[in-house]
């Protein structure tokens, strides 16, 4: 689906294209931040109506950037997106907060950077700014590398692969838990987004070993790093990084099997990490700690929600988890064996943070009885019981992620759509 705005065709005026990658994507979006803005009722205390504002605002740089067809347009809604996010991990103005988002606007000044100076030299070279004529008019020259290197530079920055990983941590600690949970499995997959479709529009969606190197080191160092924390949100951040790790690599291997794999581990990621944040932020609501020694608490409804999340994560069957890794097993072997064992030893990594991460909330020699409400407690089972339920029938996923894997191998039928003829 195309949609012309003022009525203007392509390439002259702004279009938003709907193909099934950006289905896949908008739907990831509003339904996280749906069930996020029931869970934040109760959450969020005080200043409700700012926090809301933020919280749509963030929506939409999300949805903007997932939907339209000009990269400018996608620069803009970047912009957006991250304006919103500076004011959200600075939501609760203390030190620490505000520690958080002066690095996380340095960090993402320097991304705009990239990605605008990307953008300009690709309108310098190519007269236009719609990705279907874009993807008409490129060639593999070293002014178009040029431009191309500068927007994965920065979209990495944004998705947070290593060694662009060091704003995120410090930024997830100070923000909300419901907020965290959108940085962690929204904001960095909307970064992936970005780098496949440059990719996409330079026709390069195929084997590069520096993709493949980039996500090995970021799966190995984010699980290493989660697995020395004891502030429980920056756990969850290094965690994130690390799953984006796997994402990256597989989506190296430029193969079907790869893309499908990739964006399968996005939908789980965005499931598992959500649910866990919020897990989590009942914890830190109810308690008032995010050290993981001073969490501990007895809650069977929240354990079992937990433990299901971060059995999950690890990749133990039959969760949805499993699914989406044995999968990128599956194409990392068709690759090379070494990158499949390098991904099991960061699973066998997931697993011992995950054992840290339960052990230190349930199974304390000192834990209080707390009562939960309903509000923060009932998002929390609906993303358990996705999570099995994906795990079960798998295909619920794949039907999904399948059409969106295929739309990024056939750019041709894209640049049909939009352009006609």
């Given at each position: 689906m195309v949609f012309a705005f003022g009525g203007w065709s392509p390439p002259f005026g702004?279009?938003?294209?709907?193909?099934?990658?950006?289905?896949?994507l908008a739907l990831l979006v509003t339904g996280v931040s749906s069930i996020i803005a029931v869970y934040s009722t109760k959450y969020i205390k005080e200043r409700k109506h700012r926090y809301y504002t933020l919280l749509c605002l963030l929506t939409i740089g999300l949805l903007g950037v997932s939907l339209t067809g000009d990269i400018f347009n996608l620069y803009v809604f970047f912009e957006i997106l991250s304006v919103s996010s500076y004011a959200l991990v600075a939501f609760f103005l203390d030190e620490g907060a505000i520690e958080g988002a002066f690095k996380y606007l340095i960090v993402g000044s320097i991304t705009s950077l990239f990605i605008l100076l990307g953008i300009a030299m690709l309108?310098?070279?190519?007269?236009?700014?719609?990705?279907?004529?874009?993807?008409?008019?490129?060639?593999?020259?070293?002014?178009?590398?040029?431009?191309?290197?500068?927007?994965?530079?920065?979209?990495?920055?944004?998705?947070?692969?290593?060694?662009?990983h060091a704003w995120k941590p410090d930024a997830i600690e100070g923000t909300p838990a419901p907020i965290g949970a959108i940085f962690t499995a929204i904001s960095t997959a909307v970064g992936v987004y970005g780098i496949l479709r440059v990719l996409f529009i330079f026709n390069l969606i195929q084997l590069n070993w520096v993709l493949i190197l980039f996500g090995v080191i970021t799966m190995l160092v984010g699980a290493g790093l989660a697995l020395v924390q004891v502030n429980v949100k920056r756990m969850l951040a290094y965690s994130?990084?690390?799953?984006?790790?796997?994402v990256i690599m597989v989506i190296g291997f430029g193969t079907l099997l790869g893309?499908?794999?990739?964006?399968?581990?996005?939908?789980?990621?965005?499931?598992?990490?959500?649910l866990l944040f919020m897990g989590v932020g009942v914890g830190i609501y109810l308690t008032g700690k995010e050290n993981l020694n001073?969490?501990?608490?007895?809650?069977?409804?929240?354990?079992?929600?937990?433990?299901?999340?971060?059995?999950?994560?690890?990749?133990i069957p039959p969760l949805n988890g499993f699914v989406s890794k044995w999968l990128i097993f599956m194409a990392s072997w068709e690759v090379s064996p070494l990158l499949t064992v390098i991904a099991i030893v960061a699973s066998a990594i997931t697993l011992a943070y995950s054992f840290k991460i339960f052990s230190s909330m349930f199974l304390a020699t000192k834990r209080i009885e707390v009562k939960i409400p309903r509000t923060l407690l009932v998002p929390v089972i609906i993303l358990t019981v996705l999570c099995v339920l994906i795990g079960v029938f798998p295909q619920i996923g794949l039907n999904l992620v399948e059409p969106a894997a295929n739309a990024l191998l056939d750019q041709s039928q894209y640049i049909t759509a939009v352009m006609g003829g």
């Open positions: 702004i279009v938003w294209v709907l193909d099934k990658l950006n289905v896949f309108y310098g070279l190519a007269g236009t700014l719609n990705f279907a004529d874009l993807a008409l008019r490129v060639s593999i020259t070293p002014a178009y590398m040029v431009a191309l290197g500068m927007l994965v530079a920065g979209f990495s920055l944004k998705a947070a692969i290593v060694p662009f994130g990084i690390s799953q984006i790790g796997y893309l499908t794999s990739g964006l399968y581990h996005i939908l789980n990621n965005a499931l598992i990490k959500t001073e969490m501990g608490m007895k809650s069977t409804p929240l354990l079992i929600c937990v433990g299901i999340g971060l059995l999950s994560l690890s990749g």
